[in-house]
């Protein structure tokens, strides 16, 4: 067996001892369904179901199987909201087709109205006074069936508009959900490369300059282990606020996973950046983090920094790659520092 394919084997049962210890402490049961809900829990891969885990465990210190139930179901079994998805595209398409009925309705009416008038202004040549009140009363209720048709379509059309911007709202709301990251509220790494991926094309059509801060917390695993996911949580958002009051509206923040975060900068030049690194570094060193439980003190947190200037010909990895190894290279030259590409070429090789 490779070393890497036992590392993978090692952290199975690592999980699975885990996941077993917090079901027998939360749980109310040891179903197929607890297991795989506190197996994921604790591997990390559905954050948001693990907010929810907290928020319940916190409130009723269990997990009944109603809880564990609705957490599968929402969070492991994709299929509901797949299908809630499907269900609101099916609405806002099944709306759509309503209107264009509607409007087709309304389309022949009026054209059998323009028709009618049409027969009629023929027929108000050398007419007899009997026949021109037949005429008349032809109008009058053919007019009033547009009328009718016009304003059935009219309320049908407000109707629809409320409906169809429920369902905008709703499904912007699912969209942004699968850009964001639950845990900090920042974006993650499909919607930052989305950014990255515009800036990259802006740049080929303009000269403003950008630039590419990635950031990973330092032994951010040992004091996971040492303290826990929570508390581990916790530091994780301290990083975030911190970024958030920070960089300025116009800039994207963004957690990749695990403790790597990124912030783009759109027209912000190299040496800008590093103040806004800089910032960001010392603020974070700058406090002191507790435990909430215990108000008992964990130390300081402190972070790695790595920035890189847009170059004319960069493309997403290249870009992403050179502030990546910036933020390495600060890594092997002690942590808790801030290395810019500029800096680069004057750094001594490391093997």
């Not at 911007?165 to 993650?188: F, I, M, Q, V, W």
């Not at 493309?315 to 092997?332: M, N, P, W």
């Amino acid at each position: 067996m490779s070393g890497a394919g036992h590392e993978d084997r090692e952290r199975s049962f690592v999980i699975a001892q885990r996941a077993n210890e917090l079901m027998r402490d939360y749980g109310s049961s040891a179903s197929p369904q607890a297991y795989a809900v506190w197996y994921t829990y604790v591997s990390g891969r559905q954050p948001q179901m693990n907010e929810a885990i907290k928020r319940l465990t916190t409130k009723s210190g269990t997990l009944s199987d109603d809880d564990i139930a609705e957490l599968y179901e929402a969070h492991i079994d994709r299929r509901q909201i797949e299908g809630e998805l499907d269900r609101h595209n099916a609405g806002l398409i099944s709306e759509v087709q309503s209107i264009m009925e509607m409007i087709d309705l309304s389309l022949g009416s009026t054209a059998e109205y323009g028709a009618s008038l049409q027969a009629i202004s023929r027929d108000l040549h050398d007419t007899t006074p009997n026949r021109l009140k037949d005429i008349v009363a032809t109008l009058i209720v053919n007019t009033r069936d547009v009328s009718a048709s016009n304003r059935t379509l009219e309320a049908h059309m407000r109707e629809s508009r409320r409906e169809i911007e429920a369902l905008r709202e709703t499904l912007a709301a699912a969209r942004l959900e699968s850009l964001t990251d639950p845990l900090t509220g920042l974006s993650n790494r499909k919607h930052f490369e989305e950014m990255l991926r515009n800036e990259i094309d802006e740049g080929a059509r303009s000269p403003r300059p950008s630039s590419l801060i990635l950031i990973d917390i330092d032994f951010f695993k040992r004091f996971n282990d040492q303290f826990g996911h929570l508390t581990g949580d916790q530091v994780l958002r301290l990083v975030a606020i911190v970024m958030r009051e920070t960089v300025a509206s116009g800039g994207t923040l963004s957690r990749f996973g695990g403790e790597e975060f990124g912030i783009l900068l759109p027209g912000i030049g190299r040496e800008a950046a590093r103040v806004i690194a800089e910032t960001v570094r010392t603020t974070i060193m700058g406090r002191e983090l507790v435990k909430r439980a215990t108000g008992e003190s964990l130390g300081k947190v402190t972070i790695s920094l790595g920035v890189a200037q847009r170059c004319s010909d960069d493309t997403i990895v290249s870009f992403i790659e050179r502030a990546d190894s910036c933020l390495y290279a600060g890594k092997r030259m002690g942590r808790n520092r801030t290395v810019d590409d500029a800096e680069m070429s004057a750094l001594p090789e490391v093997a």
